[in-house]
């Protein structure tokens, strides 16, 4: 069976024909895979959707409850046969609940990865390589320029910054499923303990980690509506990076903008932000790690989708790997 008769791009998202299923598809279908819980990825109005429970809880909190016809639980490792094809789910290390689609049928493996990192994170299973005919990975970070550095040296810089400037609050961009988390634990790991102040945003979500057994200490909402200006001086304050562009993030004491993501690597596009202290933490594999995970894979083809796929097709093509870009449309840079 040729790769492309298992699966291939339609307007709808990546189709396979013998088992008449989509995975993230980004328009309602009858029966979707997902990968992970960022809505574009997950999106709601499809007649079943099979995912880890994880990704269906986050689902139901985020779309409510009647978010799709029927669902299904995938645990991780377990193969479900699907019209005589094998689907298996395999950690993807991205956000909390995030898998990789591993696709099997007539002796063809395909391996959808969906987004993925490969930094250790706290908050969620580790990237778990597995071995097939064609690895279908992302690259939202496919340039040589991007590569993160270690995580925990940018909560180092930003616990440094609380410490230089005590009077003032340092409010950290993080979007609201999986980087906000992380940053987070990671502020507890590396010995926080005072309370972090959140946006109403990501209190469900970060409930959700909580109750998961993800330990990110005492949250308290940041609303200065019913709370004194001063009651934030010093003060780590998380919320999504929209909520920073408008008037509630003017309401602190001499705010310190801050944002985590792996754009930051790009000064410009800090500046142009008005971030002043920007956070090199991503959510997905950067240069190095998209590279050596296409190697560990072990696949002879790999096909490039969202992100900057020209880059990786190239350098996989003087490897010696076929490959080639997919064009999906409407991925964006949710979990950055």
């Keep these: 069976m040729r790769a492309s008769d298992l699966l291939h791009p ?7 024909p013998p088992g008449d299923f989509f995975i993230d598809p980004v328009r309602p279908v009858s029966r979707a895979l997902i990968t992970h819980g960022h809505s574009d990825h997950a999106r709601s109005g499809h007649r079943s959707v099979l995912a880890t429970q994880q990704t269906l809880d986050i689902m139901g909190l985020r779309y409510g409850e009647g978010f799709a016809g029927t669902t299904q639980a995938a645990a991780l490792g377990e193969a479900i046969a699907l019209n005589g094809v094998t689907v298996t789910f395999h950690p993807a290390g991205h956000v ?3 898998a ?4 099997v049928h007539q002796g063809s493996c395909i391996v959808a990865s969906g987004d993925y990192k490969r930094q250790r994170d706290a908050t969620c299973e580790p990237f778990e390589p597995v071995k097939c005919d064609v690895f279908i990975t992302e690259a939202t970070f496919g340039l040589p320029v991007f590569r993160h550095p270690p995580d925990t040296e940018e909560i180092t810089r930003l616990l440094k910054s609380t410490a230089q400037f005590p009077e003032r609050a340092h409010l950290v961009g993080a979007y609201a499923l999986g980087k906000a988390q992380r940053v987070m634990r990671l502020l507890r790991d590396a010995g926080y303990d005072r309370p972090i102040y959140i946006h109403g945003a990501l209190a469900k979500l970060s409930d959700y ?4 057994g993800i330990e990110l200490g005492t949250l308290e909402p940041a609303t200065v ?3 004194r200006k001063e009651d934030f001086t010093g003060a780590i304050v998380v919320g999504p990076p929209s909520a920073f562009a408008d008037r509630w993030a003017r309401r602190f004491p001499d705010p310190i903008s801050c944002f985590a993501s792996g754009w930051m690597r790009i000064r410009q596009r800090a500046k142009q932000g008005g971030v002043e202290l920007p956070l090199i933490v ?3 594999a950067d240069w190095d790690e998209l590279t050596a995970t296409i190697r560990e894979t072990g696949a002879g083809e790999i096909w490039v989708t ?3 796929e020209e ?3 190239r350098w996989c093509e003087l490897e010696g790997i076929a490959a080639r870009p997919l064009h999906l449309v409407g991925y964006e840079d949710e979990g950055d």
């Design 225 to 227: 509506e019913s709370s």
């Design 306 to 308: 969202h992100g900057r």
């Design 282 to 284: 991503s959510d997905h």
């Design 209 to 212: 980690y909580q109750s998961q």
């Design 96 to 98: 909390l609940g995030s």
């Design 10 to 16: 339609r307007p709808e998202g990546l189709y396979c």
């Design 100 to 103: 990789q689609i591993e696709v």
């Design 311 to 313: 880059a990786l097709v």
